[in-house]
C-alpha cells in the first residue's frame, strides 16, 4: 500500500503524458463527453424547475367550498368539522364573503369595488381546504360537495391537475434521459481507454514480462480516464455556472408568470455544477476501469 502512494505522482505524470500522446482521440473523446452531460445538465436544470413549478402551485391550490347564505354560525361549525373530518384534508380555513370580496378587489382592482361602494356583495362565505397532497384534491372536493348546506365546490379543475400530472411525467423522463446520457458518457471513456490500450498492448506486454504489478499498469488508465471525465464535465459546468445565472436575472426570476418561480441561482447552481464535475469523474472512473478490466488482462 506504502509503495502505491509513493507511485501515485509518477502515475499522474506518466496518464498526463499519454493523454498528451493522444491528445486528438482524449480530445474528441472529452467533446463527446461534453455534449452528452451538456444534454443531461439541460435536463437536470428542467427537472429541478419543474419540481419546483409543482411544489409551488400544490402549495397554492386550495379547495374554494361555497355555504348557502341562510345558514347560522353552529351550521357553519358543523360543516367545518365535517370538512376536518375527510382523509386527506390537512387544514379548512373560514372566510367571510367581505373576506373574498375585499381579496378579489386587491388582485383585480376597481372592476369589483363598485360593489362595495354600493354596499352589495354576490359573494359566499367559503371554507378554504388544503389538502395533504395534490392528488388527493378531487377525491376531497366530490366528498365536500355531498355535505348539506355547501352550494358549491371548485379548486381550478382537471386542468391543475393534468398540468401537475404533465409536470410529473416529464421530471420522469427527464430521470430517465439523464440516466441515458451518463451511459453514453461512460460507454465513450471506456471506447476511448480500450482503443488506447490497444495502441499500447505492446508497452503493456513488456511491462507484464519485467514484472510490473497489475495497479501499475491500470492505474494510469483509470487516470487518463477521470481527466477525460473530468474535462467534457467543464464545458456543460462552465455553461451552468455562467448561463443559469443571467437566465434568472433576464427573466426576473419567473418563467412566462408569476406561477412558475424559477430557483434561485444559489445554492442550485453550486451544486449543480459540484454534480457535474462528480459525475464526470464518476463516468470516467467507472468507464476506464471497465475497459482496464476486460482488456488489459488479456494483453500478455
Do not use: C
Request: glycine share 6%; net charge positive.
Amino acid at each position: 500500500m506504502t509503495l502505491f502512494f509513493r507511485s501515485l505522482p509518477r502515475l499522474w505524470r506518466k496518464a498526463s503524458l499519454d493523454l498528451k500522446r493522444h491528445f486528438a482521440m482524449t480530445f474528441s473523446a472529452s467533446l463527446s463527453i461534453g455534449i452528452a452531460l451538456l444534454m443531461a445538465m439541460l435536463l437536470l436544470i428542467s427537472a429541478a424547475n419543474i419540481a419546483n413549478f409543482t411544489q409551488h402551485i400544490e402549495q397554492e391550490l386550495m379547495i374554494q367550498v361555497s355555504l348557502q347564505p341562510t345558514l347560522d354560525a353552529s351550521q357553519q361549525e358543523n360543516i367545518q368539522q365535517q370538512l376536518v373530518n375527510i382523509q386527506g384534508v390537512k387544514n379548512v380555513t373560514y372566510s367571510s364573503k367581505e373576506e373574498e370580496l375585499d381579496k378579489l378587489i386587491q388582485e383585480n382592482g376597481d372592476i369589483f369595488a363598485q360593489y362595495a361602494q354600493e354596499g352589495r356583495n354576490p359573494l359566499y362565505n367559503v371554507f378554504l381546504i388544503e389538502a395533504d397532497h395534490a392528488d388527493q384534491i378531487e377525491t376531497i372536493s366530490k366528498k365536500a360537495k355531498t355535505i348539506h348546506g355547501v352550494i358549491d365546490v371548485s379548486y381550478g379543475g382537471g386542468a391543475i391537475q393534468k398540468l401537475i400530472a404533465l409536470f410529473k411525467n416529464v421530471r420522469i423522463w427527464g430521470t430517465l434521459f439523464v440516466a441515458l446520457m451518463i451511459l453514453l458518457a461512460i460507454y465513450l471513456i471506456r471506447n476511448t481507454i480500450k482503443m488506447t490500450i490497444h495502441v499500447r498492448k505492446d508497452e503493456i506486454a513488456i511491462m507484464r514480462q519485467v514484472g510490473a504489478y497489475n495497479w501499475f499498469i491500470t492505474v494510469p488508465f483509470v487516470l487518463e480516464g477521470m481527466i477525460i471525465g473530468l474535462r467534457g464535465a467543464l464545458i456543460p459546468a462552465l455553461i451552468a455556472g455562467i448561463g443559469y445565472p443571467l437566465l434568472y436575472q433576464t427573466m426576473n426570476g419567473v418563467f412566462l408568470s408569476d406561477m412558475f418561480i424559477l430557483l434561485s441561482p444559489i445554492p442550485f447552481i453550486l451544486y449543480l455544477v459540484a454534480f457535474l464535475l462528480l459525475l464526470g469523474l464518476g463516468a470516467g472512473l467507472v468507464g476506464s476501469y471497465l475497459a482496464v478490466r476486460k482488456y488489459v488482462r488479456f494483453i500478455r
